[in-house]
């Protein structure tokens, strides 16, 4: 039996997609059910579907974000997309996360069956098709995208690796091995990097002192930042200034 997850914040919804679907009909039982997507991603992780129902727009968190991190860890768990929202992008972005369907609410019987059917034969064919890998790389780098937009907002601030994880809801092990594959670089220098560029901007401003400059962009003592700037500018930050 194919184990089914249905997430959307809409209760009769969840009641209508676990009753009605006639789901032994496709070798298939719903083992769980959640009202957002924080929810949904901690149950998948517990129960491993092989299915999934999810809405996007959801609260605490979105079901696009949701199919990222789970394309991205869990390569063979098929995704169908349910959504109120007419949007092209949405779409579009779906299909390059490999979501199985692409369902516009209310979605009739006839469509939903055929999901369903499509997903359990996907699985069927799992190891012979190739477009996991696709997918599943697009679902990172879209995850690694989110990553930085969270570090570059928060770069003030004391930032952990596990931060930034639980900011796009994947595991720290595989925010560390996303970072590194898509851009080549660690969490630590991604992190001294976006700093470092702002403290550049800063530096142009001779009112700041660059001790306040160092705590402003987040570095815990000026010791750290002087070798953090030297090391990523090539010259103090004493000269920087002369420069600008």
């Known amino acids: 039996m194919y184990k089914v997850v249905i997430v959307d914040d809409d209760p009769i919804v969840v009641k209508g997609l676990s009753e009605l679907i006639p789901w032994k009909k496709y070798d298939c039982e719903v083992v769980g059910t959640a009202e957002n997507g924080q929810e949904g991603l901690a149950m998948i992780r517990r129960l491993h579907p092989h299915m999934i129902f999810s809405d996007i727009h959801m609260p605490k968190m979105d079901g696009l974000t949701m199919a990222a991190a789970l394309r991205s860890e869990y390569e063979d768990t098929e995704l169908t997309i349910l959504t109120e929202y007419r949007n092209f992008e949405l779409a579009q972005q779906a299909i390059r996360l490999g979501v199985t369907r692409f369902l516009l609410k209310p979605s009739n019987m006839e469509e939903l069956e055929e999901a369903v059917a499509a997903m359990a034969l996907r699985l069927k064919k799992k190891g012979i098709t190739g477009q996991q890998g696709a997918s599943s790389e697009n679902a990172g780098s879209l995850l690694v995208e989110k990553a930085l937009e969270y570090m570059r907002e928060n770069y003030q601030h004391r ?86």
């Open 159 to 244: 930032v952990t690796l596990t931060d930034v994880a639980e900011s796009v809801y994947v595991s720290q092990w595989h925010m560390s091995r996303l970072l590194n594959r898509h851009t080549g670089k660690s969490f630590s220098e991604l992190m001294n990097s976006i700093r470092i560029e702002e403290a550049k901007k800063l530096l142009a401003d001779p009112s700041l002192r660059i001790g306040d400059i160092a705590e402003m962009t987040g570095f815990q003592d000026m010791a750290h930042f002087s070798r953090v700037f030297r090391k990523l500018a090539g010259i103090s930050a004493n000269e920087y200034r002369k420069l600008v």
